[in-house]
């Protein structure tokens, strides 16, 4: 078996050429020959395996008489040669390895004579070698930086000079130092480019034909000139000349290369070195293990030969180190026999046998107990201790940390001494008095003066001023240079690039627009008032998500751990295209977690000016914040631009936005949480901040939970952890609570997966349907939730009790579809105002064309009716009639003096009077919704709500029951029914409306026109980006500054000194 294994080891033989070739049969015979009188000369196996024991510690006597790995005596040595075996018969796997290491030897030598980068030989280039992989040093880092290149490791030069990354590199493979001339060309290319032609070689790894190894013949020789004798690869060197040059290198014919570091130009005496010696040096050439392992001559105890072997490593002869175990059963040091195998392959050094380094286990429990209970003895001068090897490396340490504080003691005194012997050590001008400064400087300020008196007419100001800018010129300090130049001109102060981002934003400047005034008022006052784009763009990058550091307890679920996320794309690994639409124009968004985290950090004001009104103690308030989240999600109905160019994109948008409500904090030492922050304006649409923008239909129910999706996934997973925020300079504990309230009728049918508006169920809060609420309009209470309409679906989608559809659709009360959003039960007040404005408007024209009195008008009457309504509403209340019902529209008309008009129109005194009540408890039951807290403005009418509701339901049912016998419109339903509920239950309903989202729909468009593009996935990035920094409490804070802007212009351009812009110039100063 092991003759076997011998024979077929292929790749790592080092058989010539010619013995693999099919039809050179007399080279075979010539190697034969060759082989039986070169063994005359060579040692034979058997005498190769008492050195191998001398290398593991065992003396040549006591080495056993071993036979050949294949069973073969010495004495049958001829025999095998004409027998026409192969080399590896006769040399074993041992002597093949100690080939294979002295051809890995002399490789490596050869590439540290050389240059990485250009691969000409070192001692030919003057000045200094450097390091590959180092640090760059003082000289080279000083020089780059003059040339404003701030890198500071060679690797990183190296691959934006030459475009070669060296990181990587193996010292068997590549070389690990550069020529002087490769520095130069690095240095004069300022780190980041190169003016020279060098040309990277391709290193390449050893083989047979390494043209190292064995370098071609040089041009001359081919040109029918005497034939040389080449010289012979590393191999089959059979002697060694006497007189040789101290570790020179043959790398040529009549070439000699001396190794890198080696100084000695005479010959060298040098004997032959014995095979294990050599070994050795050749072993610890590609460990380098020396400094990292222990030597077995730490031992203190004499141990048995045999044992103390079992603990060492079979490469490095050192005590094994992270011990892994091949599977033959060899042991190894972890770091050796990687290295090893990435040199020589995957192949045991022991047995030669298969040994990848995915084959390495750890060895025994009781075997590595035992290693680590060896006794060492401490090589420290003076110490003598004996210690185990597990403890060992902490003993070493413990004196390193000794010498340490020793050198450390001893530098001070020293520091101490050289401070005394001259007085007080020399102090930076900037850190002493005036009068100090005035004492160290006079000589200088005298040769300035003599200097502006003879050249400048005596304007030492200017002297000075200009020193000091080319002294910042020359420092690259190019900012602080255009400021003092700007000062020197006589240009004046710059606005705040904050106050110039405010101004931008809420004037809805595009960049080019923005250019073109800062352009303008540059060259029309000669002062550069606003900022230039590049210093708002950095600006903006504070405001936006992305860029505040944060952490989750515990981390968020199949969420990204990454803090440094801005906009991205919301289809989330969709196909290319959605509905004949480029997927990278249809949907942006921030991830949900950056974005509340920046919200917060928007507010951080706010917050720690609530911590101090609180009167609560800042260190004691680090964890306990609870955070109030409204989420809102609207449709924009049509938005297709009738211009421009560029991929089609579906004509209706989705927007999905958040506001913060409300902060609140439990101190350590309180029982009850404390309110610290309040929006003030909560359904304003600067307080409602865009999370995601969407080109899709909100009734297209399936590309809007897919867009949807990972929101929902991020805000579950927040629900689960908390958010640990810097705030105040103070790590903080967040925890969020989501509502999402900000839905019309629509949107949460759509949602929760019921069917849509004119179904027969009729309520997105209860159970009723449409006959049924009409019958009893306000006993009911809400009874349906996220989770039944979950089990509900389920049941629709399955049927587990066979039945017909009608009976399915009434046990599953009208849902349809699966949910997957959760919503929270409650009444938007924006939209319910809206739907019952348009049923006042219809009972309007009812009772102008007296309905209660005929059957079924026709439609020709109706249009008429609508017509006289209009008319009258426009000529006495100036309301022009709209196409659809919006909320400036509906709060005009449901006002007292809207019903007086429309009275006019009605015949009938009685139907006037019944308007009129119906109007008046339609104001009285209004406020208890749409109020903030309706506790507060409007306790009355909420103590008697519940009797004004009464009271509007018989009025329907009896006076208006020709409308509303056995039918209800969905918005007065809630009105009449779940008011009262939801106000105990939330305290509010007018807080939690969607109306902020609502009002933002007017900027998407203003956003979109003023980032108007070409490509469409730029642009919608564009319209998220401002609509974000539009909300930004910061810069509404700039918003002040906006309105004086124009002043600030004029008094630049036409200076009239007066206090009002001093005060101006000094608080844009203090921005």
């Known amino acids: 078996m092991a003759e076997e294994s011998l024979e077929t080891d292929g790749p790592r033989s080092s058989m010539p050429a010619e013995l693999h070739h099919p039809h050179s049969k007399y080279s075979q015979w010539k190697f034969k020959l060759f082989r039986v009188k070169s063994m005359e000369k060579a040692p034979l196996p058997s005498e190769t395996q008492p050195e191998k024991g001398a290398l593991l510690g065992i003396s040549v006597t006591e080495a056993p008489n071993i036979e050949l790995d294949n069973g073969v005596a010495p004495g049958s040595v001829m025999k095998l040669c004409l027998g026409g075996k192969s080399k590896e018969n006769v040399e074993g796997p041992g002597r093949r390895v100690d080939m294979k290491l002295q051809e890995m030897d002399t490789h490596m030598n050869h590439l540290r004579c050389l240059c990485r980068l250009c691969g000409m030989v070192l001692r030919k280039v003057k000045g200094p070698v450097h390091n590959v992989h180092e640090d760059l040093d003082e000289s080279s880092k000083g020089a780059l930086r003059k040339m404003g290149c701030k890198v500071t490791s060679w690797p990183e030069v190296i691959l934006k000079v030459f475009k070669v990354d060296v990181t990587e590199d193996t010292e068997s493979v590549h070389p690990l130092s550069f020529c002087h001339r490769c520095w130069m060309a690095a240095i004069r290319g300022g780190g980041v480019c190169s003016f020279s032609r060098t040309r990277v070689p391709e290193w390449k790894p050893h083989s047979s034909l390494c043209h190292l190894c064995s370098p071609r013949k040089t041009s001359f020789q081919r040109t029918g000139r005497k034939r040389r004798k080449a010289i012979p690869r590393a191999q089959s060197l059979a002697k060694r000349t006497r007189w040789d040059h101290g570790g020179s290198i043959a790398v040529g014919e009549r070439r000699a290369l001396r190794p890198f570091g080696d100084r000695h130009h005479t010959p060298v005496l040098r004997g032959w070195r014995k ?7 050749w072993v610890r050439n590609i460990t380098h293990c020396q400094k990292d ?117 001893s530098s001070e005194l020293d520091i101490y001494l050289l401070t005394n012997k001259g007085g007080r050590p020399r102090q930076h001008l900037l850190s002493l008095t005036r009068r100090a400064q005035k004492h160290r400087l006079r000589d200088l300020k005298n040769q300035v003066k003599v200097f502006a008196d003879k050249e400048e007419g005596g304007d030492l100001k200017s002297v000075c001023l200009t020193l000091f800018l080319l002294a910042l010129r020359s420092g690259n300090e190019h900012r602080q240079a255009d ?60 405001l936006l998500p992305g ?19 801005g906009i991205i794309n919301g289809l989330s690994g969709w196909a290319s295209s959605v509905d004949d639409a480029p997927a990278d124009t249809i949907t942006r968004r921030f991830r949900y977690d950056v974005a509340l985290v920046s919200a917060l950090k928007d507010l951080e004001e706010d917050i720690m000016e609530g911590l101090r009104e609180s009167g609560m103690e800042d260190s004691a308030c680090t964890s306990g914040f609870n955070v109030m989240i409204k989420e809102s999600c609207d449709g924009m109905g049509d938005v297709s631009e009738k211009h421009g160019g560029g991929p089609v994109v579906p004509e209706k948008a989705v927007r999905y936005s958040f506001t913060i409500m409300s902060v609140s904090v439990l101190a350590d030492d309180e029982k009850e949480e404390v309110t610290i922050f309040t929006e003030p304006k909560p359904n304003s649409e600067l307080s409602c901040k865009p999370l995601c923008l969407t080109f899709v239909d909100e009734s297209d129910h399936e590309t809007l939970t897919a867009v949807l999706s990972p929101i929902v996934a991020e805000r579950k997973a927040m629900k689960e952890s908390r958010l640990i925020l810097s705030m105040g300079g103070l790590p903080r504990s967040f925890r969020f609570h989501f509502r999402a309230t900000g839905y019309d009728e629509k949107m949460v049918r759509e949602m929760e997966g019921l069917e849509a508006s004119g179904s027969t169920y009729i309520c997105t809060l209860c159970d009723s349907s449409r006959a049924e609420a009409s019958q009893n309009m306000v006993l009911h209470s809400v009874t349906r939730s996220h989770e039944e309409n979950l089990e509900r679906y389920e049941i629709w989608r399955t049927n587990p009790f066979s039945e017909s559809a009608d009976e399915l659709r009434d046990r599953v009360k009208g849902v349809s579809a699966k949910p997957f ?57 100036k309301l022009k009639p709209v196409m659809r019902m919006n909320g400036n529209y509906a709060r005009r008309l449901m006002t007292q003096e809207a019903v007086e008009v429309v009275c ?51 009025l329907l049912s009896s006076t208006f029951k020709y409308r509303y016998n056995g039918k209800i419109t969905n918005y007065l339903h809630k009105t009449l029914a779940h008011v009262p509920e939801i106000i105990e239950r939330d305290g509010s309903i007018g807080a939690w409306a969607s109306e ?47 309105k004086d802007s124009a002043k600030a212009l004029q008094a630049t351009i036409d200076p009239i000194e007066n206090q009002d812009d001093e005060d101006m110039s000094l608080e844009v100063n203090d921005f």
């Open 483 to 542: 400021e003092l130049e700007a000062l020197m001109q006589g240009r004046g102060f710059g606005l705040h690039p904050a106050v110039c981002l405010a101004i931008r934003v809420n004037t809805f400047l595009s960049c080019s627009q923005y250019h073109k005034m800062y352009r303008t008022v540059k060259a029309t006052s000669g002062r550069q008032i606003f900022q230039p784009l590049h210093t708002l763009r950095a600006a903006e990058k504070e």
């Open 821 to 877: 959003m959760e919503t929270q039960p409650t009444l938007d007040a924006l939209h319910c105002d809206i739907g019952n404005a348009t049923e006042f408007y219809k009972i309007f024209q009812d009772e102008i064309g007296e309905v209660y009195k005929k059957v079924n008008p026709s439609r020709e009457e109706r249009r008429s009716w609508r017509a006289a309504l209009d008319k009258q509403l426009r000529k006495k209340m």
């Open 904 to 954: 006019e129109l009605v015949p009938s005194e009685e139907r006037r009077e019944a308007l009129r009540e119906l109007m008046r408890l339609y104001l009285q039951m209004k406020p208890v919704w749409r109020a903030t807290c309706p506790a507060k403005e409007c306790p009355d009418q909420l103590c008697r709500y519940s009797f004004n509701s009464q009271s509007f339901a018989d």
């Open 547 to 565: 860029f505040h550091q944060f952490e989750w307890q515990p981390a968020l679920k199949n969420v990204s751990t990454s803090c440094n996320v």
């Open 293 to 409: 392992h222990l030597s077995t001559k730490l031992i203190s105890e004499k141990l048995p030969v045999d044992f103390l072997f079992s603990f060492t490593c079979l490469v490095c002869d050192h005590l094994l180190s992270d011990p892994v175990q091949s599977a033959c059963g060899h042991l190894f040091c972890r770091s050796c026999i990687i290295k090893y195998t990435h040199v020589l392959g995957p192949h045991c050094p022991a047995c030669n046998l298969p040994c990848a380094p995915d084959d390495l286990t750890l060895p025994a429990k009781a075997f590595l107990s035992a290693l680590l209970s060896l006794p060492l003895l401490c090589p420290r001068s003076g110490c003598g201790k004996q210690v185990t090897l597990d403890s060992f490396k902490a003993h070493c340490l413990g004196h390193e940390l000794d010498e340490k504080d020793a050198n450390e003691h």
């Open 996 to 1042: 902020g989202n609502e009002s933002a729909n007017k900027l998407f468009r203003r956003f979109r026109k003023m980032n108007a593009r070409q490509s469409k996935a730029f642009e919608l990035e564009d319209v998220l980006k401002h609509h974000w920094l539009y909300t930004s409490k910061y810069l509404q804070k700039f918003m002040e500054a906006h």
């Open 275 to 281: 095979p294990i010696t050599q070994r050795e040096q």
